[in-house]
Structures are given as structure tokens and as C-alpha cells.
């Protein structure tokens, strides 16, 4: 079993005095691992990267996303709406925008949101809907918000889509992915179909 610590010892390695490490515990935010006879405090020393972790300040991160470059007036909507929502309730926020694809895992923003989850840095995940995040799988990243004590806030849980909404938008995105790789062979063929099949989708939608 490792040495336990005196509370000037467990403070020094926090980088705090023994008054703060005292006051922590009364706020039940620092407990000791036991107390002697004499009333002295003892910490284990491998409780202390978790006491630190408690700690530290947690933040709440509004995230944004759109597919494509044609959508970004809707992304400083998005912006907007998050901003105001969490200015509201008093939330000091990180705002963090992605521009790219609901079935791309590797976008910069949601990579960062991924790192922050699992170090337990962020309190509350806000976003406009659930599919901001992914088009597919949002429901593992929820997991992990879960797991690691994150709060999710969804602005627009109520507006649900129909399923014939969720297909169309789903097709959209697909669409929108196999596009951009399409649109790089400089193709008028190519070109003309995914416009077509675009109008396709979007007057399905209207007839919903």
C-alpha cells in the first residue's frame, strides 16, 4: 500500500495550501482516505489525479454543424440560436462549429468534443437536434456523455421528424457525401444527376 500523505504533503502536490485542501473537504470535494487517532488527515496518493480532476472546471460546449459549404448562412443561424439559448441560462460555453458531413467521423470539432468527453472536461453538451452531431451513431456518442457524467441538452427534442423526414434527410446527406467525390472529377454527367437527384429528394419532402 503506498505511504499515505499528511495534508500539507497532499496540498504541495496539488499545487494549494492546506487551507484550501481543508476547506475542499468541507465542501465534500476533497475527502481524506482516513483520519488518525488524533484527528490528523491522511490522503492516498493515487486519489489525488481524481480529486484534481473533480475540480477542475468543467465546461459547456455548444456544438454547430452543417454538410456543406452552401449551408453556411444556416450555420451562423445555428450559431446564433446556441449562443442566445446558453447566454440565457447563464452557461459560460465553448462554441464549436464543424462544417462537413453528419457520416464523417473525423471532423475537427467533433474530434474535439470526443477528447473533452473522455477527459472529463465538459459538463453539458448542448445542440439544436440529436443529428448535429452524426447522421448515424449519435446515439453511441450519448453513451459516452452518459458514462462521463455529461449532461446532453437537445434545444428542439420536441420537433420530431417523420419518418418519411428522417428518410429524406438521410438520403440528402448521402447525396451530399458522394457529391463532393463526384463533383471532383469535374463531370457535367455527374453533375446533372446529383442535381436531379436532389429535386427528387426535396420534392418527396414537400409532398410530406
Same mark, same amino acid.
Not at 496518493?45 to 456544438?63: E, H
Not at 445542440?127 to 448535429?132: A, E, I
Not at 453533375?191 to 429528394?201: G, T
Given at each position: 500500500?503506498? *505511504?499515505? $500523505? @499528511?495534508?500539507?504533503? /497532499? ?9 484550501? %485542501?481543508? &476547506?475542499? =473537504? ?30 477542475? *472546471?468543467? $465546461? @459547456?460546449?455548444?456544438? /454547430? ?9 444556416? %450555420?451562423? &443561424?445555428? =450559431? ?129
Amino acid at each position: 500500500m503506498s *505511504k499515505l $500523505l @499528511t495534508i500539507h504533503e /497532499a496540498a504541495s502536490l496539488m499545487g494549494v495550501s492546506a487551507q484550501t %485542501l481543508r &476547506r475542499w =473537504e468541507r465542501e465534500g470535494k476533497a475527502i481524506p482516505s482516513i483520519r488518525t487517532k488524533g484527528g490528523q488527515r491522511r490522503f492516498n496518493p493515487q486519489d489525488i489525479p481524481n480529486i484534481r480532476r473533480s475540480l477542475k *472546471k468543467r $465546461l @459547456t460546449v455548444a456544438y /454547430a454543424r452543417v454538410s456543406s459549404h452552401d449551408q453556411k448562412e444556416d %450555420l451562423i &443561424r445555428q =450559431e446564433k440560436m446556441l449562443e442566445m439559448f446558453c447566454s440565457s441560462h447563464g452557461w459560460t460555453y465553448k462554441l464549436v462549429s464543424d462544417l462537413g458531413s453528419g457520416m464523417n467521423y473525423h471532423k475537427k470539432g467533433l474530434r474535439t468534443i470526443l477528447q473533452l468527453i473522455l477527459n472529463r472536461e465538459i459538463d453539458r453538451l448542448v445542440l439544436t437536434h440529436k443529428d448535429r452531431l452524426l447522421r448515424f451513431g449519435s446515439e453511441l456518442i450519448f453513451s459516452l456523455c452518459e458514462e462521463n457524467e455529461v449532461e446532453v441538452v437537445l434545444m428542439n427534442q420536441g420537433s420530431e421528424l417523420s419518418f418519411e423526414e428522417e428518410l429524406a434527410a438521410d438520403v440528402l446527406e448521402i447525396i451530399t457525401v458522394f457529391s463532393a467525390r463526384l463533383y471532383g472529377a469535374r463531370s457535367r454527367k455527374n453533375k446533372h444527376l446529383i442535381d436531379n437527384l436532389k429535386k427528387a429528394v426535396d420534392a418527396s419532402r414537400q409532398g410530406n
